[in-house]
Nanobody, 115 residues
């Protein structure tokens, strides 16, 4: 089992930016595609995007052009750079493999977009 720890969340005004980080307990990034997911209050967890080997990224339409996923295999860390944030981006954000594995879900990090 891999431990994934998300960080970097917080309160930000609409139009603002945040960068989330996800640190893994082992070197999985070079082996697996890594994804970001989010869960808003009262809603199901949804896929945000993921990064494959060779740095190929894919995003949900709702975040395309605003969010960027990157990773540093040497640091066992994957990042989610979020810009032009909207109130509807408010959610708990998680990282996991893509597709996700149940045993890998961590605590997530809360992102709140509000004025």
């Amino acid at each position: 089992q891999v431990q994934l720890v998300e960080s970097g969340g917080g309160l930000v005004q609409p139009g603002g930016s945040l960068r989330l980080s996800c640190a893994a307990s082992s070197s999985i990034f070079s082996t697996y595609a890594m994804g970001w997911y989010r869960q808003a209050p009262g809603k199901q967890r949804q896929w945000v995007g993921h990064i494959r080997s060779r740095e190929i990224t894919v995003y949900a339409d709702s975040v395309k052009g605003r969010f960027t996923i990157s990773r540093d295999n040497a640091k066992n860390t994957v990042y989610l750079q979020m810009t032009s944030l909207k109130p509807e981006d408010t959610a708990v954000y998680y990282c996991n493999t893509a597709p996700p594995r149940t045993e890998n879900w961590g605590q997530g990090t809360q992102v709140t977009v509000s004025s």
